[in-house]
């Protein structure tokens, strides 16, 4: 099956600037995720999406994060103030029918300045 | 101080022998598992998937073997290629959570032809 598209690729921005991430699944999926990936080291779970609704956060995910599913297609994560420490690949994954497998995105590398 | 990104551990193999890539998770109510593969630059890769009431699970070319005794489960590559050249991540999924994915640390296998 297709995986997500995720926009943009490569974003630079200044600390202390808001950004958002973009997903766009390739078709109706209910399942979604985040994960971020700071350079050479593991994959680290953000939050799971399910019915528009957040269904579990982790400790990274904090007030300075949001998601949403604006249009009902596009999924978004939002930072509000980006720090230094944010830089890193953004990964969108989105669940099939059951909520097990979990197919990535390509990612969006984020570079805070 | 600055952080440092881990140290992978890395398995060297010659074109057309067989890998071996082992992962230890870490929780005993883990009920799914997944192997992924990520290329430089790219988001992880579904390779197989195996659920906690099986041991043994074949797909084309790759095989998981998942022993719960000690917590451990391992990839198999038969045949392996210049093109399986990435690092592979383990990742669990804790029963009765929302699907969030725990990653391990990856391990780099390179393939000399």
């Known amino acids: 099956e297709p995986e997500v598209t995720q926009t943009p690729s490569h974003q630079v921005t200044q600390m202390g600037q808001e950004v958002i991430l973009r997903c766009v699944p390739i078709?109706?999926?209910?399942?979604f995720y985040w994960y971020r990936q700071i350079l050479g080291q593991k994959v680290e779970f953000l939050v799971s999406?399910?019915?528009?609704?957040?269904?579990?956060k982790s400790e990274i995910f904090d007030d300075q994060f949001s998601v949403e599913r604006p249009d009902g297609s596009n999924f978004t994560l939002k930072i509000r103030s980006t720090k230094l420490e944010d830089s890193a690949m953004y990964f969108c994954?989105?669940?099939?029918?059951?909520?097990?497998?979990?197919?990535f995105g390509p990612g969006t590398r984020l570079t805070v300045l | 101080g600055e952080s440092v990104g881990l140290h992978l551990p890395t398995l060297s193999v010659q074109e057309g022998d067989n890998s071996i890539i082992n992962c230890a998770y870490s929780?005993?109510?883990?009920?799914?598992f997944i192997w992924y593969k990520q290329e430089s630059g790219k988001g992880p890769q579904f390779i197989i998937d195996?659920?906690?009431?099986?041991d043994k699970r074949q797909g084309q070319r790759v095989t998981v073997l998942l022993n719960k005794t000690v917590k451990h489960l391992s990839l198999q590559i038969a045949a392996t290629q210049p093109g399986d050249s990435a690092v592979y991540f383990c990742?669990?999924?804790?029963?009765?959570?929302?699907?969030?994915?725990?990653f391990g640390a990856g391990t780099r296998l390179a393939v000399h032809p």
């Open positions: 195996i659920r906690s009431n099986m």
């Open positions: 994954a989105r669940g099939t029918s059951g909520p097990n497998e979990q197919f």
């Open positions: 078709s109706n999926h209910l399942y």
């Open positions: 929780n005993s109510a883990s009920d799914y």
């Open positions: 990742a669990e999924k804790i029963s009765g959570g929302y699907n969030k994915l725990i």
């Open positions: 999406f399910y019915n528009n609704e957040i269904s579990e």
